[in-house]
C-alpha cells in the first residue's frame, strides 16, 4: 500500500506491521504522473485531499482496492468511477468536528475584531500613541446574528460556539434539521437570501461539489450587509474568491476570514493587498490530537478493507 504524504511515524510503522508500505515521509506533493507510478501494484491508498484520484489515474492502477482519504472531504475522488471498478473509498467524519470549528471560530473573531491587521501594525513598528478612542475599530460577536450555510457536524459545532456569545443563529441546509437538533444549536432555519440579508456573520460550511461550486458569488455576496462578514473554512470553490476579491476591494462587505482557496496552494493575488481578510493556510483540522486521530481513523478503514472486512467509515 502506498501512503501519499507524511503522516505519523506511529501510524506508518502500524501499518507496515501488516502490510508492504510505501511511505512518502518527504512529504513532497506529487503530480499525477509520479502518483500514478508510485501506485503501480498498490492495493490501498492513504491519500490527502491534495491527491486527485480521476478516471484516467484509476485506469493506470489495476491492482488498485481502496482510498482512504484523510479527511471528510472526498471531492478529490471520482467516487462513481471507483465504484465502477470496485474501488472502496473511506474518509474521516467526526474526528475533526470540534477542532474545525474552533479555527472557523478563530477566523470569525480575526476578522471582526481586525486581529492580523494588529498584529501586522505592532510588528511593523507603527504603534506610537498608547490610545485612541477610534483606533482599529472592529465589530461585536456577541448578540450579533450568526448566518450558518451548510448545518451538517462541523457547522452545528459552530452553532453551539455562538452560545457562548449570545448571538442569534439562523441556519441554511439542503435539508432542514430535526426540531432537537435545532434546538439544541439554538438555530432557526431560513432560505439563504434570508441569511444573507439578515446575517452580521456568514460561515460557509457546506460539502464541496458541482453543485455548490461559487455557490456564494457576486450575487450573493450583493445580498449581505456592508458591515458583513465572510467565513470559509469549508472548500475552496465554494466562494468566488474573484468576487470576494473585489467586494473586499470596493467595502461592499466589511471583511472575510479564509482557511481554504480556489487552486490552493495557489490563491488569488488580490487577497494580498487587502488588510480586511484573515487567511490561514488549510488548517481547519491542524491539531496534533485531531490529526492523529485522522490518520488512525484512515488507517482502520484501510486495514479493514485490505483484510476484507467492510471499513468503519464508507463512501461507497
Not at 3 to 25: C, M, P, Q, W, Y
Not at 159 to 185: H, I, W
Amino acid at each position: 500500500m502506498l501512503i501519499t504524504r507524511g503522516v505519523f511515524e506511529e501510524v506508518a510503522a502500524g501499518l507496515a506491521g501488516k502490510f508492504e508500505v510505501e511511505h512518502n515521509s518527504a512529504d513532497q506533493p506529487w503530480g499525477p504522473e509520479e502518483l500514478a507510478r508510485h501506485l503501480q501494484g498498490k492495493h490501498g491508498a492513504l491519500a490527502t485531499v491534495m491527491d486527485r484520484f480521476d478516471e484516467a489515474l484509476l485506469a493506470r492502477c489495476p491492482d488498485l482496492q481502496v482510498i482512504s482519504n484523510i479527511a471528510v472531504g472526498y471531492n478529490n475522488i471520482d467516487v462513481a468511477a471507483c465504484t465502477k471498478r470496485g474501488i472502496r473509498v473511506t474518509n474521516t467524519p467526526g474526528v475533526l468536528d470540534d477542532t474545525t470549528a474552533d479555527l472557523t471560530f478563530a477566523l470569525l473573531m480575526a476578522a471582526a475584531r481586525r486581529i492580523a491587521e494588529g498584529d501586522a501594525y505592532v510588528r511593523a513598528g507603527d504603534w506610537k500613541i498608547a490610545f485612541g478612542v477610534q483606533y482599529f475599530l472592529g465589530q461585536d460577536l456577541h448578540h450579533a446574528t450568526l448566518g450558518i450555510i451548510g448545518m451538517g457536524r462541523i457547522g452545528q459545532a459552530v452553532a453551539r460556539r455562538a452560545r457562548g456569545f449570545d448571538m442569534r443563529v439562523l441556519y441554511n441546509n439542503r435539508t432542514r434539521l430535526a426540531s432537537e437538533d435545532e434546538q439544541r444549536c439554538n438555530a432557526s432555519y431560513v432560505d439563504q437570501d434570508t441569511l444573507l440579508a439578515e446575517a452580521d456573520f456568514v460561515v460557509v460550511m457546506a460539502p464541496y461539489s458541482p453543485a455548490t461550486h461559487h455557490l456564494i458569488g457576486a450575487a450573493e455576496i450583493a445580498k449581505m450587509k456592508p458591515t458583513a462578514i465572510l467565513v470559509n473554512s469549508a472548500r475552496g470553490g465554494i466562494v468566488d474568491d474573484a468576487a470576494l476579491v473585489e467586494a473586499l476591494k470596493a467595502r461592499r462587505i466589511a471583511g472575510a476570514g479564509l482557511d481554504v482557496f480556489e487552486g490552493e496552494p495557489k490563491l488569488n493575488p488580490g487577497y494580498l493587498a487587502l488588510r480586511n481578510v484573515v487567511m490561514t493556510p488549510h488548517v481547519g483540522s491542524a491539531s496534533r490530537a485531531t490529526r492523529l486521530a485522522m490518520c488512525n481513523t484512515a488507517a482502520a478503514n484501510m486495514s479493514a478493507v485490505l483484510e476484507g472486512r467492510d471499513p468503519p467509515n464508507p463512501v461507497n
